[in-house]
């Protein structure tokens, strides 16, 4: 099993249907709008609009175990990436990425791993749904070690 077997909602409902990503590399990072880091979106949105053609999916996850920073509904959350960072990458519904209620997804890029850390930490997931490297809340999305590793799964 990969995460691309997941079952997960799309944000603004229905199913978000991983397995359409497989063959893809994917960023899944967990989100949250009232964060310190949440200028990130804009980073990432980027990362999205420049490699997006060659095959990478940033997949925001939002999450609000984390000092509340996700408070919002669905629509509040999709507004608020939509309008104050133009996101057009993909969003999940809302999740638990820790604890006894960790969303399969999570289960899948942690295993029996460590915590989550905070919001904003980042797998990066190969065309054929291993995890190749996880990356701490601070790494940024233009990071270049983020950037050296996302264009050594791309395709040339």
């Known amino acids: 099993m990969t995460i691309f077997d997941v079952a997960i909602d799309a944000l603004p409902g229905g199913s978000a249907d991983l397995r359409q990503y497989r063959g893809n590399v994917v960023l899944v990072v967990n989100v949250a709008s009232q964060c310190g880091l949440t200028p990130q979106y804009a980073g990432l949105e980027e990362l999205y609009r420049t490699y997006h053609d060659r095959g990478l999916v940033v997949l925001g996850v939002p999450c609000n175990q984390f000092a509340g920073q996700e408070p919002g509904s669905a629509a509040e ?5 939509e ?13 638990d990425v820790n604890g006894p209620g960790r969303h399969p997804l ?51």
Do not use: S
């Open 83 to 95: 309008v104050n960072y133009g996101v057009t990458f993909p969003l999940t519904e809302k999740v």
């Open 77 to 81: 959350i999709e507004t608020f990436c």
């Open 106 to 156: 999570y289960r899948e890029l942690v295993g029996e791993g460590e915590d989550i850390q905070w919001n904003f930490e980042k797998f990066l997931v190969a065309p054929d749904g291993t995890v190749e490297a996880r990356f701490d809340p601070g790494t940024e999305p233009r990071d270049e070690r983020l950037v050296a590793a996302i264009e050594k799964l791309l395709p040339r």
